[in-house]
T-cell receptor, first 113, second 111 residues
Framework: EAQVTQNPRYLITVTGKKLTVTCSQN?????MSWYRQDPGLGLRQIYY???????DKGDVPEGYKVSRKEKRNFPLILESPSPNQTSLYFC????????????FGPGTRLTVL | GENVEQHPSTLSVQEGDSAVIKCTYS??????FPWYKQELGKGPQLIID?????GEKKDQRIAVTLNKTAKHFSLHITETQPEDSAVYFC??????????FGPGTRLSVLP
């Protein structure tokens, strides 16, 4: 089944404890992206990647890191999480960079205490 | 950078009526405008999209219109059904650049 998977689905952590949220797609998509969703603000793009080893900042990249060493994986790293990073995170992928359907993962709900 | 506004933030309609959600964008370079539907507890799912070289697109009960001059695009849902109840997001994209989403519209279809 074609899908985007994220792990973990739920995470409660404390300020400053490094964490990684994994994202994987099995559709051989070139474009992958991370979003955060907050009430009243919609989806805001954190980082995106147009292909392996190619990443770029979205609208809200501060406090996040990403890497794209393989085509299928695009992990999101929070090296020193803070409470303002409490949010619902979505990974998405599409075949090409723009003008193409994005497929979203199920989401990761992160709480930083 | 791009800014996308979306109205209304909430919308209630009677089953069978039509629903219209409007979005405006600021960057004239944007050329791809998708609409996503998000059901409770799930990730957004594309329902229709339009590119800047097209003024209107339909898919059964759903249609999208684009006015490039005014920089706005709209989602039209006809003959609404209870399963249309969800949060809808519009977005704007300049091929190869980042996606910018609107804040969302919560649509409730009342039986």
């Amino acid at each position: 089944e074609a899908q985007v998977t994220q792990n973990p689905r739920y995470l409660i952590t404390v300020t400053g404890k490094k964490l990684t949220v994994t994202c994987s797609q099995n559709m051989n998509h070139e474009y992958m992206s991370w979003y955060r969703q907050d009430p009243g603000l919609g989806l805001r793009q954190i980082y995106y990647s147009m292909n392996v080893e190619v990443t770029d900042k979205g609208d809200v990249p501060e406090g996040y890191k990403v890497s794209r060493k393989e085509k299928r994986n695009f992990p999101l790293i929070l090296e020193s999480p803070s409470p303002n990073q409490t949010s619902l995170y979505f990974c998405a992928s599409s075949l090409f960079a723009g003008g193409d359907t994005q497929y979203f993962g199920p989401g990761t709900r992160l709480t930083v205490l | 950078g791009e800014n996308v506004e979306q109205h209304p933030s909430t919308l209630s309609v009677q089953e069978g009526d039509s629903a219209v959600i409007k979005c405006t964008y600021s960057d004239s370079a944007s050329n791809y405008f998708p609409w996503y539907k998000q059901e409770l507890g799930k990730g957004p799912q594309l329902i229709i999209d339009i590119r800047s070289n097209v003024g209107e697109k339909k898919d059964q009960r759903i249609a999208v219109t684009l006015n490039k001059t005014a920089k706005h695009f709209s989602l039209h849902i006809t003959e609404t059904q209870p399963e249309d109840s969800a949060v809808y997001f519009c977005a704007a994209n300049n091929y190869g650049q980042n996606f910018v989403f609107g804040p969302g519209t919560r649509l409730s279809v009342l039986p």
